[in-house]
């Protein structure tokens, strides 16, 4: 009965939180701004205003109770002053970088790491008043899931729904780009090292912390994850990233459990330091290979290369995809979207594309088109805007007032 009333404590909890409520907030308003720009760019909307919120709760509630089982199995507690250090650096750090920053490197291994060395050194800042190294514990060993978590959600959910965008290359030309992006609210339920609840098995805390009463709290941690790719297809690029991060926070994990039975005093500033350095390094390291690999979405001499197909729309019923360049349309060979404009208004009953799939393998597609599809298709190409009405820009796209 205890541990009943606890778990309803704890969800209670949640609902005081700032982050849960920040987080709903700040997707729907990062959909209101990708909507501009992707109206800036191709004068149509691609997605609508609630797709980061249809991501951020479904998965992250099914991922946090799986890390809650763990959690509590393991007996993980955080100290009061860590829960509010890791809201206060998650809403910095969105405001800093939106999604860019919402790693559990970040968000979790800053403060994790500053509290550390206030304990190592003894510091009192006062506001923050060093706790003992056992404290840290549950924390030094959920930074390691929590990594090993977003690795995980980037593999199976990060390439939904990337956003097209056009930008200006270092040579001035307009190329083309693809955002993945996505945030992950996850409830996992941890311990507070004080309160009524006490010690219920003998080998229960496996993470001992010192401590033989504690309180429930379900605390909700947001995760994101934000990467422009150029040079590639999104999902290879979105999985390379993914693998990495999971490998990391395998690694992570492990340092954290044999540095918590081993070098207890430091587990937490090892832990923490070698996260941060590893994330740093795979952001880097994507950095690097898009400002010096040649420009994968960028005109051609030959053919049009599709940069995205709008959900619902003719082009995807006869499944273009993003990457894939459009050789002739209706028997016509075509070089620009006007060109492919022109030869769609030909035959106002059917579309035929000869494309080049990314594996440069030449398909047909095919489909009848519909009163008013023949301008409509609902293709996105790299298309300089500077200088252009809505209509040329357009071509076979979506009219913005029937979107």
């Given at each position: 009965m205890e541990w009943l009333v606890e778990?309803?404590?704890?969800?209670?909890?949640?609902?005081?939180?700032?982050?849960?409520?920040?987080?709903?907030?700040?997707?729907?308003?990062?959909?209101?701004?990708?909507?501009?720009?992707?109206?800036?760019?191709?004068?149509?909307?691609?997605?609508?205003?609630?797709?980061?919120?249809?991501?951020?709760?479904?998965?992250?509630?099914?991922?946090?109770?799986?890390?809650s089982l763990f959690s509590v199995v393991l007996?993980?507690?955080?100290?009061?002053?860590?829960?509010?250090?890791?809201?206060i650096a998650t809403i910095l750090f969105t405001f800093m970088g939106n999604a860019r920053l919402l790693s559990p490197a970040f968000t979790i291994g800053i403060p994790?790491?500053?509290?550390?060395?206030?304990?190592?050194?003894?510091i009192d800042?006062?506001?923050?008043?060093?706790?003992?190294?056992?404290?840290?514990?549950?924390?030094?060993?959920?930074?390691g899931l929590m990594m090993g978590t977003e690795g995980f959600l980037m593999l199976k959910n990060g390439l939904k729904d990337?956003?097209?965008?056009?930008?200006?290359?270092?040579?001035?030309?307009?190329?083309?780009?693809?955002?993945?992006?996505?945030f992950w609210l996850i409830p996992a339920f941890l311990?507070?090292?004080?309160?009524?609840?006490?010690?219920?098995?003998?080998?229960?805390?496996?993470?001992?912390?010192?401590?033989?009463?504690?309180?429930?709290?379900?605390?909700?941690?947001?995760?994101?994850?934000?990467?422009?790719?150029?040079t590639e297809l999104p999902e290879i690029a979105v999985r390379r990233i993914g693998k990495q991060v999971f490998t990391l926070g395998l690694i992570v994990l492990i340092t954290s459990v044999i540095c918590v039975f081993l070098l207890p005093v430091y587990a937490a500033i090892i832990t923490s330091g070698?996260?941060?350095?590893?994330?740093?390094?795979?952001?880097?390291?994507?950095?690097?290979?898009?400002?010096?690999?040649?420009?994968?979405?960028?005109?051609?001499?030959?053919?049009?290369?599709?940069?995205?197909?709008?959900?619902?729309?003719?082009?995807?019923?006869?499944?273009?995809?993003?990457g894939e360049i459009i050789h002739t349309c209706n028997k016509v060979k075509v070089s620009t979207h006007k060109e492919m404009y022109q030869a769609l208004i030909k035959n106002r009953a059917y579309c035929k594309l000869e494309v080049f799939d990314t594996n440069n393998e030449i398909?047909?597609?095919?489909?009848?088109?519909?009163?008013?599809?023949h301008h409509e298709l609902g293709i996105l190409f790299i298309e300089k805007r500077e200088g252009s009405s809505p209509q040329d820009n357009l071509g076979p796209f979506y009219k913005d007032s029937q979107r």
């Open positions: 778990i309803a404590k704890g969800i209670g909890r949640m609902m005081l939180h700032p982050v849960f409520y920040f987080s709903m907030i700040w997707v729907i308003l990062a959909g209101y701004w990708r909507i501009k720009r992707e109206r800036r760019d191709f004068h149509v909307r691609v997605h609508n205003i609630f797709l980061e919120f249809r991501h951020l709760f479904p998965v992250g509630i099914m991922t946090g109770m799986v890390l007996g993980l507690t955080f100290p009061f002053i860590l829960i509010v250090m890791i809201a994790l790491l500053l509290l550390s060395l206030l304990s190592i050194f003894s800042l006062k506001v923050i008043h060093p706790i003992d190294h056992t404290d840290l514990f549950g924390a030094t060993v959920m930074l990337v956003s097209p965008k056009l930008r200006t290359s270092r040579r001035g030309l307009t190329v083309g780009a693809l955002q993945a992006k996505r311990f507070l090292p004080s309160g009524v609840m006490t010690i219920p098995f003998d080998w229960w805390p496996v993470i001992q912390a010192g401590h033989e009463s504690y309180s429930l709290v379900l605390l909700p941690f947001l995760l994101g994850f934000q990467q422009q790719i150029q070698f996260a941060l350095l590893g994330r740093i390094w795979i952001a880097y390291r994507h950095r690097v290979r898009e400002n010096t690999t040649p420009y994968y979405f960028a005109p051609r001499n030959t053919g049009v290369m599709v940069l995205d197909v709008l959900p619902h729309s003719p082009a995807d019923k006869m499944g273009l995809k993003t398909r047909i597609v095919q489909g009848a088109l519909y009163e008013g599809d």
